[in-house]
Structure formats: structure tokens, C-alpha cells
């Protein structure tokens, strides 16, 4: 298998994967971590996400913890992406074709009526298990629960964050607080836009830091940064190109 063949030739692996691909590269990864004990204990497995729906419930949160994998996980969500929160309601669908034609009918686009149906019964469900009225004695975590980091993007910035409480309740108050029925489908069409600005945001920061000018380019930017942490000045640079 390929797999096998990067494995005995890689140092690392990343693995990434948007929406349903998400959760099947979190699949490969969690298989490759296993793996790797017995036959590649140096090769190191990394898998970030870009609005996945999650996968697992608490003890299985828990499982990923005690194995100290919890670190191979990035997860990142747009801030009113409804496909993350979509397990949060009871009637989600688990069979596999019928989460492919539903993942099918984001890609194209769904009515308004269906977007707005949607949106309402998730929220509802949501708030009724991560709410004010729900308390922490009452939410209940049998079914679905985050694992690994969480980096929650919005058109200001991005936390980050590795607690499943806090992750919830934030999934939850932006969804409430500012989401709509379009935005909730219109942002998991546009996780390039988010980590576009994300990145920029980090290099922009960077570059002040460590006082290199900084480009709208995030690739310029990049290889700056990357010559001032080497000690190699951009003047040196030239001269050896």
C-alpha cells in the first residue's frame, strides 16, 4: 500500500481534509497513530480539518487523550460553519449516503426554505444541550464530542482552543449570537478566505516582532521571516540569487 511506502521513506505525515474528508483524514490519522506505535515510533502524524463534523463522544474524547494524541488534531472552524455543530441535533444523519447527499447539497447550494430549516433546528438543538438553560449537570456529552485543538476563525481573527466545555459553548454562542441562515452555509464554502486572513494576520504580527518589512504576500512574507530566523539578511540573500 502507498501508505506504507510514505511511512518507510517520511519523517512525518500530515493529513488534511475539508468537510466529510475531514472527518475520514481524523479516521486515517487516529489509524496511522495506532499504527505507528509498533512499526514507526518516529514518524510523527498531523491532521488538521477544515469544518469537520465531529466524530466521537466523550469517552472516545477521552481515549484520544490518554493516548496523548490530542496534539495530531487541529480542527478548524469557520465561525457560523453549521457542518460542525450538525451532529449536535438528533436526528443527524449517520448512514453513509445519506451524509453524502447531504454534503452534496452544500457544495450546490440549498433552497433558502431548506438553509433556514436547517439553521433553526440545529440551533434548537444546540442551545437545548450547550445553553444558559441547559447547566453544565445537564449537557450531555453520550453522543458527540470534540478532540484535539479547535481554531475558531472569524473575520476578526481566530482563538484556539483544547477544552470540549469551552469548544461547545462557543460553537454555540456564535452560532446564536450572530448566525444566520446563509452565513451558516455560506461559511463552509470559504475556509481559503479565513486561513488566508489568519496567515496574514500571524505574518503581519511576526514581521513586527522581529522587525522585517511585511508584504500583503503571504508567501514573501514567509520566506522574510524565514531568512530573519536563519540570521540571513535579505541583502545577503540577494547576493547569493
Same mark, same amino acid.
Given at each position: ?6 511511512? /518507510? ?16 483524514? #481524523? ?6 497513530? =495506532? ?5 514507526? $515510533? ?7 480539518? @477544515?469544518? #469537520? ?21 487541529? *480542527?478548524?472552524?469557520?465561525? *457560523?460553519?453549521?457542518? $460542525?455543530?450538525?451532529?449536535? %441535533?438528533? =436526528? ?5 449516503? *445519506?451524509?453524502? %447527499?447531504?454534503?452534496?447539497?452544500? %457544495? ?9 430549516? !436547517? ?8 442551545? %437545548?444541550?450547550? &445553553? $444558559? ?12 464530542? $470534540? ?19 469551552? +469548544?461547545?459553548?462557543? !460553537? ?6 450572530? &448566525?444566520?441562515? /446563509? ?7 470559504? @475556509? ?14 511576526? =514581521? ?12 514573501? #512574507? ?7 530566523? =536563519?540570521? +540571513? ?9
Amino acid at each position: 500500500m502507498q501508505i506504507f511506502e510514505i511511512l /518507510n521513506t517520511s519523517k512525518s505525515v500530515v493529513l488534511a481534509g475539508h468537510s466529510l474528508g475531514g472527518g475520514v483524514a #481524523s479516521l486515517s490519522a487516529l489509524w496511522l497513530l =495506532s499504527h505507528i506505535q509498533t512499526t514507526s $515510533p518516529s514518524t510523527s502524524v498531523f491532521c488538521i480539518t @477544515y469544518g #469537520s463534523p465531529m466524530l466521537g463522544n466523550e469517552p472516545f474524547s477521552q481515549a484520544i487523550l490518554q493516548e496523548r494524541w490530542g496534539g495530531n488534531f487541529c *480542527h478548524i472552524v469557520a465561525q *457560523h460553519d453549521i457542518v $460542525p455543530r450538525l451532529p449536535f %441535533a438528533p =436526528s443527524f444523519p449517520v448512514d453513509v449516503e *445519506h451524509l453524502r %447527499a447531504l454534503f452534496v447539497q452544500l %457544495a450546490l447550494q440549498l433552497s433558502d426554505e431548506n438553509k433556514t430549516e !436547517l439553521f433553526e433546528k440545529v440551533l434548537t438543538c444546540i442551545e %437545548a444541550r450547550f &445553553g $444558559p438553560a441547559a447547566g453544565d449537570d445537564h449537557q450531555d456529552r453520550s453522543r458527540y464530542w $470534540p478532540f484535539g485543538s479547535y481554531m475558531i476563525c472569524t473575520d476578526k481573527g481566530a482563538v484556539c482552543l483544547d477544552n470540549g466545555t469551552a +469548544i461547545v459553548k462557543l !460553537l454555540y454562542l456564535m452560532l446564536a449570537e450572530a &448566525g444566520s441562515a /446563509n452565513s451558516c452555509i455560506d461559511d463552509h464554502l470559504k @475556509y481559503e478566505d479565513y486561513v488566508t486572513k489568519v496567515c496574514l494576520q500571524y505574518l503581519q504580527k511576526r =514581521s513586527r516582532l522581529l522587525e522585517v518589512s511585511f508584504s500583503e504576500s503571504s508567501s514573501e #512574507s514567509g520566506i522574510a521571516l524565514a531568512l530573519q530566523s =536563519s540570521r +540571513i539578511s535579505s541583502h545577503q540573500a540577494k547576493n547569493v540569487n
